[in-house]
């Protein structure tokens, strides 16, 4: 198991060093960064709630929502995060 605190701070830096507004990843593509780079075997929730994380701390992390329905519930899908501006 890894630190919780470490794979946000690694998430950070892949979105950091990986995407732009023009250049977003997916949560797949995360994952295998984490992997490659960090040697992090992480899925896909904790991913998604470290993103989630990371923009809740009003960080500029950003994505694209998609609307769509599971079970006859709204059930929003996230996709192409990015880091929209550098911190100074």
Known sequence: MYAKKLITINIL?????HSDAA??????????????E?????DRKAVRRNLEALRGGGLPV?????????????????????WDRDLT
């Not at 830096?13 to 060093?17: A, K």
């Not at 977003?24 to 593509?29: L, R």
């Not at 950003?62 to 990015?82: F, H, T």
């Open 38 to 42: 960090y040697g992090m075997e992480v």
């Open 62 to 82: 950003v994505c694209r929502e998609v609307e769509r329905v599971i079970e006859g519930k709204p059930a929003p899908l996230s996709l192409d995060w990015y």
């Open 23 to 36: 250049h977003p990843i997916s949560q797949k593509e995360i994952i295998k960064y984490l992997k490659d």
């Open 13 to 17: 830096r892949i979105l950091q060093g």
